[in-house]
């Protein structure tokens, strides 16, 4: 397959876009101005050309690795899910299991990340989901969603977000109306800045297209000002509503159709005049791939191939699935109309479903520009940089051909981080090995700004309480186990704190400790309602999306 074209970092500025970005510095630009500008351009610009991303449950253990994409698959991703925090605080976390500092330690989402664009990939970030609040559901203001969405897109440096909208939520008219305004500030900034923010809206669809609730909120989303890229549909689970006689491709072109008629006409009630084409750039398919939620809907390559097919057709401007974690046959143990997480339940090759629909020729975003000591197409092994090394600054010892190293030690060596397998000596981390498996050295990527080393056991007893298995801990409670101190992200009994994998855990290491005035106090009482937990039968494994929250 040729290798997809590759679009510049940002849609270039148009004259008229850049003297109202001129207009907007001098602060003498009204809203309807802009909004009128944005119709204007909608109407005489054209979208980049159509692509495909998979969506990723970033949160879900086993961890997906995203960071080196197949050589058939898609380079570019959707990371699934920003949301609120757990007990609705405005702050963005990922499944309410961690905040963005939490993602960077606890699965290493930066550097990953740092990896992916190494290997000519780009993130997409998607808030919302099924399960957990959208952050436009609890931010109380504009502004207030805006600072939190600014947050996510400045940390990973984004030029395209995706927003997934469900349920009732979509017909939460004050949450619809303050995410149009904060994505209009957000909007409104980057061109200031000569940039753009791409934004998709992803909704349920049926054989009919949107519910009344979905539209609503997309013409709220365009009456707010927003230049909304498109809309993608989540073309799964049709259940009694798709009859036997029709299969789930032909189920999905005919939601497609129905949505494209709806977003025409929502587009025309802003007074743009758009061309059939130019509404179906706007529309994204998203399906489940294999066995969906619903018995009798199972989404097989043949669909794929055939919803492939009515893209390029068409012309739409978007393909996505959920999700790449699912890309994998199941094996016998689970056959049989089982929804996992982890695999379609469909006879396939692993990954071949990404590979399917990987046939646009299309980018959402262009490459990026990060430094990495990986270049594109050179798999899990670095190239040797003129870097040094400086102990005193460096967040993990620089190795050292005559130190021992035990399973889990990292190091770090010619700038980039790397873990130990098994038990090594005077093993190079980058020395050339024909394979992987030949090296006792994991690499994990580049070293970034975000890296601490990780926890000493260093606070003395009496500093908090010791943590008890039989005592209940409310949010923000600190407890001192093993020589660390742990604070309480929410309600707990029973959970031993642990610093290796805090997405898992309600516990969170603390190091800015001081001594409490009576050690031996007891701790809080829990709250009066019971614990939210991420899904059924799941709270000791995160899923920031899977069966229950997929897009």
Request: with cysteine; aromatic share 6%.
């Amino acid at each position: 397959m040729d290798e997809p074209a590759v679009v510049p970092p940002r849609r270039r500025l148009s004259l008229l876009r850049l003297l109202l970005a001129v207009l907007v510095v001098a602060g003498g630009v009204t809203g309807a101005v802009l909004l009128a500008q944005r119709t204007l351009e909608s109407t005489t610009t054209g979208l980049s050309e159509a692509w495909f991303a998979p969506y990723v449950d970033a949160t879900l253990v086993p961890t997906y690795p995203f960071e080196t994409p197949l050589d058939d698959g898609a380079k570019d991703v959707v990371l699934g899910f920003v949301v609120a925090g757990r007990d609705g605080e405005c702050e963005p976390t990922w499944g309410t299991f961690v905040d963005l500092d939490g993602a960077a330690t606890s699965f290493d989402l930066d550097r990953r990340i740092a990896r992916l664009r190494s290997a000519g990939g780009e993130p997409i970030v998607s808030f919302g989901g099924l399960i957990n609040d959208e952050l436009a559901l609890r931010c109380q203001t504009p502004e207030d969603l805006a600072d939190a969405y600014r947050k996510v897109i400045d940390r990973y440096d984004l030029s395209t977000i995706d927003i997934d909208v469900e349920g009732e939520a979509q017909g939460d008219q004050p949450a619809n109306e303050r995410r149009a305004a904060a994505l209009r500030i957000l909007q409104d900034e980057a061109v200031e800045r000569g940039e753009e923010l791409a934004v998709w809206l992803t909704v349920p669809v049926g054989l009919d297209g949107m519910t009344s609730a979905g539209l609503q909120m997309v013409l709220t989303t365009l009456d707010g000002g927003v230049d909304l890229t498109g809309v993608n549909g989540m073309v799964m689970d049709y259940g009694a509503g798709r009859p036997p006689s029709v299969s789930m491709s032909q189920a999905s072109e005919q939601a497609l159709v129905a949505l494209h008629g709806q977003l025409s006409r929502a587009y025309q009630s802003t007074g743009a005049t758009m061309s059939e084409s130019d509404v179906w750039a706007r529309v994204g398919a998203t399906p489940m791939i294999g066995q969906n939620d619903t018995v009798d809907d199972v989404f097989t390559l043949g669909d794929a191939r055939a919803l492939l097919e009515f893209a390029q057709r068409r012309g739409l401007g978007r393909l996505s699935m959920w999700s790449a974690n699912r890309d994998a046959p199941c094996g016998k143990q689970i056959e049989g109309a089982t929804v996992s997480n982890t695999c379609s339940d469909e006879d396939q090759r692993p990954g071949e479903f990404a590979a399917t629909l990987n046939q646009l020729s299309g980018r959402p975003v262009a490459v990026g520009s990060a430094a990495s000591s990986v270049p594109a197409g050179s798999g899990d092994r670095p190239s040797v940089r003129a870097v040094v090394d400086d102990a005193r600054t460096s967040p993990y010892p620089i190795w050292q051909a005559e130190t021992v190293y035990v399973m889990g030690e990292k190091v770090v060596w010619h700038g980039n981080v790397f873990e130990a397998k098994w038990w090594t000596k005077n093993d190079m981390p980058d020395a050339p090995v024909e394979n992987e498996w030949d090296t006792p050295w994991r690499f994990l990527g580049p070293v970034l700004a975000t890296d601490r080393p990780p926890p000493r056991p260093n606070v003395p007893d009496g500093t908090y309480p010791k943590w008890s298995e039989l005592v209940s801990y409310s949010k923000g409670t600190r407890v001192l186990h093993q020589g660390l101190a742990y604070e309480a992200k929410w309600f707990t009994l029973g959970d031993t704190p642990r610093s290796d994998r805090p997405w898992e855990s309600p516990w969170q290491v603390v190091d800015d400790v001081e001594a409490t005035s009576d050690p031996d106090e007891p701790a809080a009482a829990p709250p009066s309602t019971a614990p939210r937990t991420a899904s059924a039968g799941s709270a000791a494994v995160p899923s920031g999306g899977g069966a229950a929250s997929k897009p």
